[in-house]
């Protein structure tokens, strides 16, 4: 048992420091990878342009009634956009695909007459109107490495219209085949420099550059910048290969309310509709959280045809389709401040503070094993040489002394010749009244002396 104790202390002792070492280099780098129960929902709504919310009609939005009407009209209007991403399959120990459907609704307007109306929605499965508050929906799918967050290739597709009835997703879906930036989440360990971020909207990946640091709800965040540029929304194919709606609208110069030198009222005119846009992104730099958000969207009609044989009127023709700042509101990015948190904190207790508090417990084990065992080696010395054993006092036992007992006996006389082996005899007594013992009962029984 003496052997024992130390042996066990410093087994361990071992293992503790070994699961301190190998916790960093197996543990943590299995916990940094895109989470399979990710469930991201974020809402923005349109805020003025300086950012401050309030305002109850910052965006403006294009008029979809007046196409049957005699002139085109934009309108004030309060956005909202919201997105839910959530993984779906294929997802496995290597790739995640994520889910994320994106609606724009019309919250409030104001109308030509100056009226505050909060337009209607249509149930699903509905026909929808030109009054209908829904402005777009998407689902966007893509499969991304859970390691880097990049796209994999796997899947990566765009839904632009509703499933039918025993249809099929892939007949209203267009393949997204040049996607290489990071949408809706950054990867691990993001540096101070220009990252590819994928924008929507006109379907192509754009520089985000690093703008500088910014604390947001107590969590350090890195602020990234990227400038969509301006791209022709009719050039990007709905399921069936063609403009998708409302990016070509061909209508009479006077529809338009352009006029000038050699330009009719009743001439077609077709606009092509025309996207930009300054994305902001805010981002946890050790776990890649995207915190908060912003983004200024500019879509317009505007002649595809800027060459000089082309009337200046129409080249320089601009009429707004939809312009606001989204901004993530505060609980959305409470929420991902919460998440970006809990993610440091899980990295924080794998990759510091378990193997911290190991290697301590495993060094403190090793110790009073070592001492165990030099305490042990040298009682064992002790008794074998002898050498530091203090001498008794006199009429004391010595403590290492071993314990005997000696049997004696009553030795005779000196000089007498009894046997010292005999054992002495004792004669029974005869009892009155009772008939003579046997003559036996007064034997002796004595060892013959020794020669």
């Known amino acids: 048992m003496r052997r024992f104790v130390p042996a066990l202390l410093a087994f361990f002792g071992t293992a503790c420091i070994a699961a301190a070492i190998a916790i960093p280099l197996w543990l943590v780098p299995d916990l940094k990878v895109v989470p399979l129960d990710l469930d991201i929902t974020s809402d923005a709504t349109t805020v003025s342009a300086d950012g401050e919310a309030g305002d109850r009609f910052p965006a403006v939005i294009f008029d979809r009634c007046s196409v049957s009407e005699d002139r085109a009209r934009t309108l004030e209007a309060h956005l909202t956009q919201q997105r839910r991403s959530v993984i779906v399959e294929p997802s496995d120990s290597r790739q995640a695909t994520v889910q994320s459907a994106q609606t724009v609704r019309i919250d409030r307007l104001r109308d030509a007459e100056g009226q505050e109306i909060v337009p209607p929605f249509a149930a699903a499965g509905e026909t929808r109107t030109c009054e209908d508050g829904l402005l777009t929906a998407t689902i966007d799918r893509v499969s991304v490495n859970r390691k880097t967050s990049v796209p994999n290739g796997a899947v990566s597709s765009l839904q632009l219209e509703a499933v039918p009835e025993g249809g099929n997703v892939n007949d209203v879906s267009v393949p997204i085949d040049n996607r290489n930036g990071f949408q809706y989440k950054f990867g691990f360990d993001v540096q101070k420099r220009d990252y590819a971020y994928y ?211 009553d030795v005779p006389p000196a000089g007498s010749n009894a046997n010292p082996w005999e054992r002495p005899t004792e004669q029974i007594p005869k009892v009155q009244g009772e008939p003579p013992a046997d003559d036996s009962a007064t034997r002796s029984f004595r060892k013959p002396p020794t020669e």
């Open 199 to 409: 924008d929507l909207n006109t379907r192509q990946d754009c520089a985000a550059k690093f703008q500088g640091e910014e604390t947001i709800d107590g969590v350090k965040t890195y602020h990234f910048a990227c400038e969509v540029p301006e791209t022709d929304l009719s050039t990007l194919p709905n399921p069936q290969g063609e403009a998708p709606l409302g990016t070509m609208l061909t209508m009479p110069a006077k529809w338009w309310g352009i006029t000038g030198r050699g330009i009719k009222p009743e001439d077609p005119i077709t606009m092509h509709r025309y996207a930009s846009a300054t994305r902001h992104v805010y981002v946890e730099p050790v776990t890649g959280t995207i915190v908060d958000g912003r983004e200024d969207q500019h879509q317009y009609f505007k002649s595809p045809d800027q060459s000089e044989s082309a009337p200046a009127p129409v080249r320089d023709f601009r009429m707004d389709a939809l312009k606001g700042t989204f901004k993530w509101t505060d609980e959305t990015v409470q929420n991902q401040a919460d998440k970006a948190s809990h993610y440091l904190n899980l990295l924080k207790v794998g990759g510091f503070w378990t193997p911290l508090i190991l290697g301590i417990v495993g060094a403190i084990l090793l110790i009073i094993a070592a001492l165990l065992f030099y305490r042990g080696r040298r009682d064992d010395d002790a008794v074998t040489e002898g050498a530091d054993v203090p001498p008794a006092a006199p009429g004391e036992r010595s403590a290492f002394e071993p314990r005997t007992t000696r049997l004696t006996k």
